[in-house]
């Protein structure tokens, strides 16, 4: 097949599966996430995906089947039999060890295979240096030696990942096909090298580069906070045995995600986010209202009386108690929302305000209880130490509660539209009226001549104006 019957193909293809894809949010009236639209972008993942023996699937350790994109592993079946797929669980420094073990059981269930790993672990352990996480917990210092949970080193992750490649040139080799994905056949035309090829494909941002950047040693390809930094796929060779292949992060097409969940993932860039309250509503109903006050050091509102205690932090509330606690003001006088939600995401993004998500059907019930034992304290000692503004507050209960019976009533046909109202208790001191001041009118006297017109008494001594006498006489 010539260049040009290639690029006609490809051309084809993907405006076949657009179409596809748009009838699919048309006609089923699905609404699906930005994804990317550039073929350029996506002839770079075909060809890692041709290259390689072994597709490493970089997911972000702390939501990692959101990053996670089944497509694609279908799509290296296809390309090859014997091509096999490896989530690379990155940022796992973050996660306690008692959710990696969660997590290990779930993969192990799925038959999925995956390592743990921390790409910003690995370079500061090369470099010396100690890694200061900002919020290290006990569990999450705690190293296993069982191998599907421990955090695998970089020469640890370099020999893992060349010996399930050359497992896969083996199999390959036994079923006496080459596979699209060889490069010994294809571009080297040598049967007898033992070179395999591991190729790093994925969502923008989950740390890939990264990875590389860890791997090699040094920094090979750009890293940046922000997504779609890597523009085309780049081949570095590590030995005579292994090389590696990095690819652009793409934007797989998904309608289960929403565009503000993607945004709080840091999937898609935050300095075009044009919704801000949407996506720090995310980062709100992730994180728990105690730790955001403990990290940013700030005094959240407490849901009212009439509300679930245990409703997460509006996204409102959040960044007007940020605002105010940084001084973000706009130029109108306002809080300066748009800077508060962008500097909540880049902090929820990097790791500053912990979170991660557990596997399907299993809960960390430990610290929903603690969580839940001291609220339930704090909400009883508030009770005891202020009765008597509790008893203020019950009249706007009553309201509130008023009005919620009756919009029933009414949606149900059992009650009129008519409002109920109820007196509010006034305070003791608003009983006693003060007395009103009389205003000073002796002024004013009566009118004499019967016109209807009052006559103010004015004292000119013996004499009287001129202008008086001519009126009365005209008059």
Not at 140 to 159: H, M, W
């Amino acid at each position: 097949m010539s260049v040009e019957q290639l690029d006609a193909n490809e051309s084809q293809a993907f405006l076949t599966w657009r179409r596809s894809l748009a009838r699919l949010e048309e006609n089923d009236k699905l609404l699906l996430t930005p994804f990317e639209k550039n073929l350029d972008i996506w002839r770079q993942l075909w060809r890692v995906v041709e290259r390689s023996d072994l597709l490493v699937m970089v997911v972000d350790a702390r939501d990692p089947l959101f990053y996670r994109c089944p497509d694609l592993e279908v799509y290296a079946r296809e390309v090859d039999e014997h091509k096999r797929t490896m989530l690379l669980v990155n940022k796992a420094d973050l996660l306690p060890l008692s959710v990696r073990e969660k997590w290990a059981t779930y993969f192990r269930a799925q038959d999925i295979l995956f390592v743990f790993w921390s790409a910003k672990a690995a370079s500061a352990a090369a470099e010396g240096k100690d890694l200061s996480s900002s919020w290290k917990t006990e569990n999450s210092l705690q190293e296993s030696e069982d191998p599907d949970t421990k955090i695998y080193g970089r020469i640890e992750l370099l020999t893992r990942l060349q010996s399930e490649a050359e497992e896969i040139v083996k199999l390959r080799r036994k079923s006496g096909s080459s596979g699209m994905g060889s490069p010994r056949i294809r571009f080297q035309g040598n049967s007898a090298s033992s070179n395999v090829v591991v190729g790093f494909v994925g969502y923008p941002n989950v740390g890939k580069s990264s990875t590389i950047n860890a791997l090699v040693g040094q920094k090979k390809t750009g890293v940046t906070s922000t997504p779609g930094k890597t523009k085309h796929f780049q081949t570095l060779i590590m030995s005579d045995e292994l090389t590696l292949c990095d690819c652009p992060g793409l934007v797989f097409p998904s309608f289960s995600s929403s565009r503000h969940e993607m945004i709080a993932s840091g999937v898609l860039p935050i300095d075009r986010m044009t919704e801000n309250r949407e996506a720090v509503q995310v980062v709100a109903n992730r994180v728990p209202r105690h730790v955001i006050e403990e990290v940013y050091r700030i005094d959240l509102p407490k849901p009212k009386s009439y509300e679930l205690q245990s409703r997460p932090p509006l996204a409102a509330e959040f960044l007007r108690a940020y605002c105010a606690s940084r001084g973000y003001v706009a130029s109108s006088g306002l809080p300066d929302e748009t800077r508060a939600a962008r500097q909540i995401l880049k902090d929820y993004i990097d790791g500053k305000l912990p979170h991660y998500q557990m596997p399907p059907g299993m809960s960390n019930e430990e610290d929903v209880a603690e969580h839940s034992l001291s609220e339930q304290h704090e909400s009883d000692a508030s009770d005891n130490e202020n009765p008597a503004d509790a008893e203020g507050e019950n009249v706007p209960e009553l309201d509130h509660a008023l009005d919620d019976l009756n919009s029933f009533d009414i949606a149900n046909g059992l009650a009129t539209k008519k409002k109920v109202t109820v007196k509010k208790p006034t305070a003791s001191h608003k009983q006693h009226k003060k007395p009103q001041r009389k205003k000073d009118r002796t002024w004013r006297v009566g009118n004499d001549g019967g016109d209807g017109m009052p006559v103010a008494r004015c004292n000119f001594g013996n004499k009287v104006p001129e202008c008086f006498v001519e009126k009365k006489n005209t008059i």
